[in-house]
C-alpha cells in the first residue's frame, strides 16, 4: 500500500503563474482533504472532497483557488495567478467512508512544497 | 465554532523524562480529538484519538493523552522520552456540530536531548 502520494513534492512557480497539485489518495479511500500550513503557522484546512463532489469548502479562498476529485484520476489543487503568499506546504490527507461519524483517521501525504519567486 | 489551542511553541525535556505537551479546545457540540506528529519534511503522522468512552488513550509509540471535559484539555503525555521522539506535534479537533475540517492547533515542537 503506497499511501498518499502527492506530486509534485517542490514546486517554483513566478508571479502570475498556475500552480497544480496533485494527491492520489490511499487505496480504499474515497474521501479527500486538503491542509496548507505556512511558517509559523499550523495547518489550515482547505476543502473536503468526495468523489467528484466538495463536501466543504469553508477554508478555501474565493477567489484563484479550486479543487476538484474527479471519478478516474488524482485530486487535483488549483492554484491560478499564484501570488508569494501563496508560498506554503500543501497537505493532502484521505480516509475512508465512515458514515459521517467524524471519527476517522486522516493519512496523510508528504506534501507539496510551493515557491513562489 | 471550534478551535484548539497549544500553548506552548517548543518544549524541551531531557531523554528519560517524562513528557507533557498541552492542548486545549474549544468546541459547541461533541469533540472529536486527536494528535498528530509530524518529522522534518514528512506529512502528520496519526498518534491518537478520542471519541468516547474512558478519558485515558493510548496511541502509538508509549504515548497517551487525557481527556478533560471540565478543563477543556487534551495533553499528550508519555513516561519517559526518546531523542527519536523530536518533532513537530498537533493537536487537532473535530466538533461533531460543525461539519468534517479537522482543526488543528499550531503544533508544538518537542525538543528531547540526551
Known amino acids: 500500500n503506497a499511501g498518499v502520494m502527492q506530486n509534485p513534492r517542490h514546486l517554483v512557480r513566478r508571479r502570475g503563474q498556475e500552480a497544480r497539485l496533485r494527491c492520489s489518495p490511499m487505496k480504499g479511500h474515497s474521501h479527500v482533504y486538503w491542509y496548507r500550513q505556512l511558517p509559523e503557522e499550523g495547518l489550515k484546512f482547505m476543502v473536503y472532497?468526495?468523489?467528484?463532489?466538495?463536501?466543504?469548502e469553508s477554508g478555501m479562498p474565493k477567489e484563484r483557488f479550486s479543487a476538484e476529485f474527479p471519478k478516474e484520476g488524482p485530486s487535483i489543487l488549483r492554484i491560478q495567478q499564484v501570488v508569494r503568499g501563496d508560498s506554503a506546504a500543501y497537505f493532502c490527507a484521505s480516509s475512508p467512508w465512515d458514515g459521517d461519524s467524524g471519527a476517522n483517521v486522516l493519512t496523510f501525504g508528504a506534501g507539496s512544497r510551493l515557491t513562489v519567486l | 465554532a471550534q478551535s484548539v489551542a497549544q500553548p506552548e511553541d517548543q518544549v524541551n525535556v531531557a531523554e528519560g523524562n517524562p513528557l507533557t505537551v498541552k492542548c486545549t479546545y474549544s468546541?459547541?457540540?461533541?469533540?472529536?480529538l486527536f494528535w498528530y506528529v509530524q518529522y522534518p519534511n514528512r506529512g502528520l503522522q496519526f498518534l491518537l484519538k478520542?471519541?468516547?468512552?474512558?478519558?485515558l488513550v493510548k496511541g502509538s509509540y508509549g504515548f497517551e493523552a487525557e481527556f478533560n471535559k471540565s478543563q477543556t484539555s487534551f495533553h499528550l503525555k508519555k513516561p519517559s522520552a526518546l531523542v527519536s521522539d523530536s518533532a513537530l506535534y498537533f493537536c487537532a479537533v473535530r466538533d461533531t456540530d460543525s461539519g468534517y475540517a479537522l482543526n488543528f492547533g499550531k503544533g508544538t515542537s518537542l525538543l528531547v536531548t540526551p
Open positions: 478520542y471519541i468516547t468512552g474512558d478519558n
Open positions: 468546541v459547541s457540540g461533541n469533540p472529536y
Open positions: 472532497l468526495q468523489k467528484e463532489n466538495i463536501i466543504d
